[in-house]
Nanobody, 138 residues
């Protein structure tokens, strides 16, 4: 059964860094756009980062997406040999406290944005992990 497992969440002090991992099982993550979402208590789930499939990256098209809230502080990457996607987070603030969830796009060869240049909505993502908790607090 294809599934995703996230790990790396922790309690970290403001200004600290953390690296999350998203491992895919039963499918090949490099064939799909992979995205990180987060959901804080009382807030809607928001997409914060995405990396396109290997096909899109090789074609030279836009391959990364970051939400404004994390741009310049978070970095998404992938290790296709390990079927794993990473989210490196730096300069964390209490506003980054949330459950961080990884998901893969439903389409083989997918990119991170649609024709309008906006990120694909959550309903275009097929398999979701259960998330890993990140808490930023002193």
């Amino acid at each position: 059964q294809p599934h995703i497992e996230e790990s790396g969440g922790d309690l970290v002090q403001p200004g600290g860094s953390l690296k999350l991992s998203c491992a895919g099982f039963g499918f090949t993550p490099e064939f799909y756009a992979m995205a990180w979402f987060r959901q804080a208590p009382g807030k809607e789930r928001e997409q914060i980062a995405c990396i396109s499939s290997a096909d899109v990256i090789r074609s030279g098209r836009e391959s990364l997406y970051y939400a404004d809230a994390v741009k310049g502080r978070f970095s998404i990457s992938r290790d296709d040999a390990k079927d794993t996607v990473f989210l490196q987070m730096a300069s964390l603030t209490p506003e980054d406290t949330a459950v961080y969830i990884c998901a893969h796009h439903e389409d083989n060869g997918s990119g991170c944005v649609g024709d309008q240049g906006t990120p694909h909505p959550p309903n275009r993502y097929r398999i979701w992990g259960r998330g890993t908790q990140v808490t930023v607090s002193s």
